[in-house]
């Protein structure tokens, strides 16, 4: 039998994080397009970065019809945050960009984000950003296929950052912080040092 799930966060009610989860304002609206197969993760950090941005939303699965639509959102410029040789370092809105951004995030693997993008050609075609110098990953249970590899709540919050500088959002990361240790403590220090501390393969 499973046990309860909090209908918002998806957590056991026992590890329910919404209390940790900011409610915040942003300039960009943030668009988080998840592979299927990335919904029932126990770490499934684009789900917080939804819940935690008013102006952002989450789409599940592999071939999404309503990208023309969203594409087109009125008041927005859109753009893909994906790493690739087109892709421009985000840099901060200046005082001339009269549209912010529609950033379209694809969450998952790097093997299953690149075929979300080889499944929606219209996401291929978008201006590529991606991020510049980023501080080392917080996500100490999956291993980083290549450095300054991030979740993608952290991806998120660091885009957002430089976007709307001075506004931060590390607020975002509060439940991220507190999903990581839960499991860190639900596999017990030891098992977590053996598997992904400094000694781990």
């Known amino acids: 039998m499973s046990r309860p799930r909090c209908p918002r966060c998806q ?5 329910c994080l919404c209390a940790l989860i900011p409610s915040l304002p942003s300039r960009t609206r943030v668009v988080l397009l998840q592979h299927a197969s990335e919904t029932p993760h126990a770490l499934n950090t684009a789900r917080l970065a939804a819940l935690g941005l008013r102006n ?10 309503e990208l023309p639509a969203l594409l087109a959102t009125p008041g927005y410029r859109p753009a893909l945050l994906f790493p690739g040789e087109q892709a421009e370092i985000v840099q901060p809105y200046a005082e001339h960009d009269a549209l912010p951004l529609l950033l379209i995030v694809p969450d998952g693997t790097w093997r299953k984000a690149r075929k979300l993008l080889y499944l929606n050609p219209l996401l291929d075609a978008l201006p590529r950003l991606t991020l510049g110098q980023v501080p080392p990953s917080r996500y100490r249970l999956r291993k980083a296929p290549q450095p300054g590899a991030l979740s993608t709540i952290e991806a998120v919050v660091q885009a957002l950052d430089v976007l709307e500088a001075p ?8 439940p991220f912080e507190a999903l990581i240790e839960g499991q860190i403590k639900a596999m017990g220090a030891e098992t977590f040092e053996r598997n992904h501390g400094q000694g781990g393969a």
């Open 11 to 15: 957590r056991p009610l026992a590890h």
């Open 56 to 65: 952002a939303e989450l789409l599940n699965g592999e071939v999404f019809d």
């Open 167 to 174: 506004v931060r959002f590390d607020a975002l990361l509060r």
